[in-house]
């Protein structure tokens, strides 16, 4: 295996003005800009609300729920929040440059910046197949949602993101724990978390912190909403969570916010397990 990677990156870092960009923690949250893929339904819609009532102004994508994209529009901006639309499909990675093309136009004429500082990336698909079943088309799947993706779009988008900025990946508990039928879906989350601690390292030089977090079982669509949906399923999971319930929505909204504050600037390459405890 050749060190020529190494050996550029080590190059960068020696040329690397020290102790600088430094983060831009004088900037009150009230002025920062998120990305968030994935921002129109789950996690993503409450993850927007959550930063937008904190001030944060919102890029958020969504792939074909437009209507439950408007309502999010106007859930926020109902709030004194400012937002901004685009759609996305996270897998078609030929379409990244028109997508950072409209992101550029969008903060220049929606809030009149050049850069963003926060970029959640949330969106994602749940897949159950028993390991024995599983297809290829099933892996590649979840690989372009939740690798690839996360990979090549924060690639194209890095030179709009602002020096000291925040970089959030969404991992998944199951990483942690398992349950059968979701092999296919944690390896690829274990992935990016593995991702997440390498660009935390490649990225520091800017001050960019990335970290991921992990939500256990939450009462969404996910997986077709059974947690949500079934009373029986939501009894006999919650009986796992050490506080005795499935998370919220708005458990892990906050948690998004509180990580990408300045309050937890020093975390860097972490993945928070916010599962209330799951299956410990």
Do not use: C
């Not at 020529?4 to 960068?12: G, V």
């Not at 090549?152 to 602002?162: I, K, S, V």
């Not at 390292?201 to 909403?225: C, H, K, M």
């Amino acid at each position: 295996m050749g060190y020529k990677p190494l050996i550029a990156y080590l190059e960068r870092v020696r040329k690397a003005p020290k102790g600088a960009p430094k983060p831009n923690r004088d900037k009150p949250m009230t002025q920062k800009i998120a990305l968030i893929t994935g921002a129109s339904r789950g996690l993503g819609r409450n993850m927007a609300l959550q930063l937008a009532k904190r001030g944060v102004h919102i890029i958020g994508t969504y792939r074909s729920g437009v209507a439950e994209a408007q309502s999010l529009k106007q859930e926020i901006e109902a709030q004194g929040g400012k937002i901004a639309l685009l759609p996305l499909d996270i897998t078609e990675t030929a379409s990244y440059p028109a997508f950072s093309s409209a992101v550029t136009e969008t903060l220049k004429t929606e809030f009149a910046r050049e850069r963003f500082d926060f970029l959640v990336n949330n969106a994602g698909n749940g897949l159950f197949a028993n390991f024995v079943d599983a297809t290829e088309e099933q892996f590649a799947s979840l690989v372009a949602t939740h690798l690839r993706g996360p990979v090549f779009l924060t690639q194209r988008l890095l030179p709009l993101m602002e020096n000291g900025g925040r970089i959030l990946n969404v991992s998944s508990g199951f990483v942690r724990f398992t349950l059968p039928g979701y092999s296919l879906y944690a390896a690829v989350k274990a992935a990016l978390e593995v991702l997440t601690r390498y660009m935390a390292v490649e990225l520091g030089s800017r001050q960019i912190r990335v970290n991921a977090i992990a939500p256990g079982a939450i009462a969404t669509d996910f997986g077709g909403g059974a947690v949500r949906d079934n009373k029986d399923v939501n009894a006999y999971v919650a009986q796992g969570i050490a506080l005795g319930r499935v998370g919220l929505p708005g458990d892990i909204g906050a948690a998004v916010a509180a990580i990408l504050s300045d309050d937890m600037a020093w975390a860097n390459g972490t993945t928070f397990d916010v599962s209330g405890g799951q299956l410990l």
